[in-house]
Each structure stands twice: as structure tokens, then as C-alpha cells.
């Protein structure tokens, strides 16, 4: 056990919807970062905060979205859902502002199913 | 960013050493090498990290020649519970993060 909580373990919605994954991050871990990993592919970076403020952007599509909020939980909100959008979706936390000898700690994912 | 490329599968037998190689060419001053471990749906777990020379926990050694071009995890007698997709990255440090493909190792009995 990682200490990264997320939620829902699993979600099923429809194309064109919206909906809001949720992840807390390990005590004391400033950083959340966003990973999507599609069936059989490898991890793609979304995005990156720390302490409340973006710190990085991957390919994140516009219809995706972050937060981290002041208890330094962080959301994933993702909208016009398409076929495409499912996947496994992560959440890491690290200690720090992601400086080089930062550890990423993966929390057990949100899998996300688009009918 | 550094770039990290890895074997695509191994196989391997329980109670033997496993060596997967990493070549990170354009590795950076400041960067560290870490290495983590994925089963099936699970999100990644954390083996091992190191910048120079030789680290070993628990579970794994990482080898980083002088030159820091390539690392190697080594996994001592590995069983069946071993099987997984063994990721190198290199931390570049508050920026993109950026998984390769993996190594998908395959422990037979």
C-alpha cells in the first residue's frame, strides 16, 4: 500500500459525459501528478501540481482538467467523454516539487470505462 | 529530456539473477534513475533509485557505470510473483515525467 488513495476504483459512463476522479495524495506529499495508461500501453503524463499550483503539463486534451485543492487533494475532471478517454487512470504524489531525486508513490488507479 | 530505452520482454527461470539494462544517453547532471515495477491494472510500484555507482535495497541492486549512460536492475532469484513490466525513467525534476515502454519480464517455473 502506497499511501496515494484514489477514487472511484472503477467508473462506467457514457460517451459525452463528465466525470471527476478523485486522488489524495501520501501524508505529507506536496506533488500529485496524472497518468493515463491505456489498454496495453505504457503511462502518459498529464499533468503535474504542486502545493496547489500546476507545475507541468503533458499531453493533457483540453477536455481534461485539474485542481489541487488546499488540502492538497487533487481532482481529474474530464468531460465530452469519448470511446477513446478509457483507461487507467493514476495518481502519484511525491514529497517535494518534483526535483530530480523525487520518488513517485502511484496510487491502485481509476479505470474508467466509456460506452 | 532524457530518453530511456529498455529490452521489450525477457524471460527468465525462478531462483535466477535477472539483469535489465536501461541506455539513457542524454542523461543530465542532476538526473536520477529510478525504476519501478507494474502488475496488471495495478498502478506502478517504486524499486529502486540511485544517481552514481551502486544502491541496493531489499529487493533490488541498480548498477550506474561512471559514465551514467545506462543502468542496470538486477533482481536476485526472482520468482513467479516477479512477473511484471519493470519501468527505467529518468527523473529530469520538475518537469514532464516520461515513462518508456517497459521491460516485460516473464518468470517460468
Known amino acids: 500500500d502506497s499511501g496515494v488513495t484514489q477514487t472511484p476504483k472503477h467508473l462506467i459512463t457514457a460517451t459525452g459525459q463528465r466525470v471527476t476522479l478523485r486522488c489524495s495524495p501520501r501524508?505529507?506529499?506536496?506533488?500529485v501528478y496524472w497518468y493515463q495508461q491505456s489498454l496495453d500501453q505504457g503511462l502518459q503524463f498529464l499533468i503535474h501540481y504542486y502545493n496547489g499550483e500546476e507545475r507541468a503539463k503533458g499531453n493533457i486534451l483540453e477536455r481534461f482538467s485539474a485542481q489541487q485543492f488546499p488540502d492538497l487533494h487533487s481532482e481529474l475532471n474530464l468531460s465530452s467523454l469519448e470511446l477513446g478517454d478509457s483507461a487507467l487512470y493514476f495518481c502519484a504524489s511525491s514529497e517535494r516539487s518534483g526535483s530530480s531525486a523525487d520518488t513517485q508513490y502511484f496510487g491502485p488507479g481509476t479505470r474508467l470505462t466509456v460506452l | 529530456l532524457a530518453k530511456t530505452t529498455q529490452p521489450i520482454s525477457m524471460d527468465s527461470y525462478e531462483g535466477q539473477e535477472v539483469n535489465i539494462t536501461c541506455s539513457h544517453n542524454n542523461i543530465a547532471t542532476n538526473d536520477y534513475i529510478t525504476w519501478y515495477q507494474q502488475f496488471p491494472s495495478q498502478g506502478p510500484r517504486f524499486i529502486i533509485q540511485g544517481y552514481k555507482t551502486k544502491v541496493t535495497n531489499e529487493v533490488a541492486s541498480l548498477f550506474i557505470p561512471a559514465d551514467r549512460k545506462s543502468s542496470t536492475l538486477s533482481l536476485p532469484r526472482v520468482s513467479l510473483s516477479d512477473t511484471a513490466v519493470y519501468y527505467c525513467?529518468?527523473?529530469?525534476?520538475?518537469?514532464?515525467?516520461?515513462f518508456g515502454a517497459g521491460t516485460r519480464l516473464f518468470v517460468k517455473a
Open positions: 525513467l529518468v527523473n529530469t525534476g520538475g518537469f514532464k515525467t516520461i
Open positions: 501524508s505529507g506529499d506536496l506533488s
